[in-house]
């Protein structure tokens, strides 16, 4: 399966903290990077952090100094798991979360990229 798989949202109140884990299985020495995107109500899906293939991360600014993303398939060939942990968080954190593959595949006639979403997960902070 190459659609990765989130976990970890839930309710909590201002200031809180939540723990969100993706995990994609499949191919993993394709991918690129992976990262963490929201959608609140009414709104686009935004990004909110990225992780790549050499470990360089991308923060959205509004979740600077309060999210830290990061990977771990340390004695696991067979699947990546990236991390995202959410502290500090205000209502308007509230949304679905998706977990976010890119591969990136090189042949004789070129590079290809290839995404891929989880289903989501909801994270609702109340004040």
């Known amino acids: 399966q190459m659609e990765p798989v989130e976990s970890g949202g839930g309710l909590v109140q201002t200031g809180g903290s939540l723990r969100l884990s993706c995990v994609a299985s499949g191919r993993i020495s394709n991918i690129k990077s992976m990262g963490w995107y929201r959608q609140a109500p009414g709104k686009q899906r935004e990004l909110v952090a990225t992780i790549g293939r050499g470990g360089t991360t991308n923060y959205a600014g509004f979740v600077k100094g309060r999210f830290t993303i990061s990977r771990d398939n340390a004695g696991d060939n067979a699947k990546n798991t990236v991390t995202l942990q959410m502290n500090r968080l205000k209502p308007e954190d509230t949304g679905v979360y998706y977990c976010?593959?890119?591969?990136?595949?090189?042949?004789?006639?070129?590079?290809?990229?290839?995404?891929?979403w989880g289903q989501g997960t909801q994270v609702t902070v109340s004040s």
């Open positions: 976010n593959r890119v591969d990136e595949v090189v042949t004789i006639e070129g590079r290809s990229q290839f995404e891929y």
